[in-house]
């Protein structure tokens, strides 16, 4: 399979990536090597296999039921969450406007 | 007086615990020499010489009130910049991440901080990870203090993504630093720079608080001057953490305490498909060399197969960055790091035109190779498929290891390059990891160890890989090799 320019632009748009038509004629070929040769992974006999989900066996853990059972990540730090925000106003995350 | 920066984790220990010296003049040693090569190495991408002192401080004191002493205690390390660190600056190498200041720490870093260690400074890599030669950090490349021995001054790659890691052990910046490995990222730039670095089984070391590139496959590890270093600080950093929920609930074994270079019993695997037509004539050599050190240690050498080696690395290329995609879309431009918002736009030009300016290239085709493979109509023809491969390359593993112990193997086909020699070509530069990446795949534990200079002056890397779990076998056979090896030459001091 390969990809053209539209096919670009749609991944691009997928990813919420801003590309100008001068980078996307410039992706088309790269994008199309890797996947020519990421192709020859269709010549592998994977009748009855098992699409790998865990690489080491574990199982997944549940935790205790409790508020703030780990007061790291156990919440009410409202504060350290918007430390780093572009726009932090009142105490919530500041975005444009996205209802009229 | 000795040089303190030319002592390794163990000695540095060691030597503050006994009085030779303070972790202070350690501290201060390594600071100079962190500041000296800034400007030509560009290894770091923040230094905090103050965080060295205090930690220092903190060890010298406890030392003078007969404290127990950390396994690490005294001993300044690097910090690869993509572990959280609380109040410094934490960027993956990115624009989109510039000036992020983390309100928490990561746990690996947590723990070392806990041993008794110290931060020298945040170590350049290539962007989120992504990348063989250190030239995809926002913040420059990373120079290698190793040079050809043709006389010319042609820069050279340290290796990627812990290219600044790498660096900065190899010219003597720091005894240890750490590193994390997706795909070869702590074993090839320690073979490109003539230090020996681990990754560890698959969940050894939590992830929380590691900037995420690819996480079925993200594990940190170790980079030191020697296998010993190595296993004392692998002991620092693994454990068992709730807050991952991939870490293994597991002792974290005496690792150093048990090192042997008696492989008497041990059966080592030789991959036949490791052997590829055109192999480098250096490479294929230190293989025979190390075939010889581990059989004079007393080990039997077998030839194994693995037989779907030559599709690991298409496998990676499709599983690591699907995994990216979905693990950049957390850079919005809204809850940290760049914003870029044009005038009147809204939500959506928000959020495509901080990426498109916070991402840089390698980033950008991963993120979009990884949106294509896992959209609507392709998603089984190459995410599934590849997870199937997978699967073939991990039971390769469990068979081979029904006939051996552990496996030798080159860590990377060639030594470094040439810095802008290989950034034109992607598929050229993916290729450096393809003794690397099946590891990776499997979850298992691997490092790299000199094992001698090619032709041009340069170091050469062996990769020995272990069964789930069994760091010790990885790291005796390594020190069997290291005794062997006697690997001393190191980069002559240009910077």
Redesign the interface.
Known sequence: ?S?DTA??AK?????????SEAELEA?VP??N???A??E???E?D?TG????????E?H??L?DDVVDA?P??GGG?RD??L?????AEHGF?G????IE | MTDLTNLGVAAIRDGVAAGSFTAVEVAEAFNANVAAAQEALNAFIVTTPEAAITAAKAVDADRAAGKPLGKMAGVPIGMKDLFATQGVQTTAASHILEGFKPQYESTVSAKLWQAGAGMLGKLNLDQFAMGSSNETSYFGNVISPWRRNDGGNVALAPGGSSGGSSAAVAARLCPAATGTDTGGSIRQPAAFTGITGIKPTYGRCSRWGIVAFASSLDQAGPMARDVTDCAIMLEAMAGFDPKDSTSLDLPVPEWSANLSGDLRGKKVGIPREYRVDGLDADVAKSWDDGIAWLKDAGAEVIDISLPHTKYALPAYYIIAPAEASSNLARYDGVRYGLRDLPDGSGLQDMYAATRAAGFGAEVKRRIMIGTYVLSAGFYDAYYTQAQKVRTLIARDFVRAFELCDVILAPTTPTASFGLGEMVSDPLAMYLNDVFAVPASLAGLPAMSVPAGLNAQGLPLGLQIVGKPFDEQGVLNAGLAIEARAAFTARAERWW
Do not use: H, Y
Not at chain 1, 50 to 56: G, K, L, Q
Not at chain 1, 83 to 87: M, Q, T
Not at chain 1, 95 to 98: A, F, H, I, L, R
């Open positions: 399979m990809v096919t670009v991944i691009a748009a997928l990813a919420r990536i801003k590309v992706m790269e994008l090597g890797i996947l040769w990421v020859q992974l269709g592998v994977v296999v098992e699409p790998m989900t865990a690489v080491i574990n997944l853990r935790r780990d790291l990540t730090r350290a969450v430390a780093n925000a572009p726009a995350f975005v444009p406007k996205v």
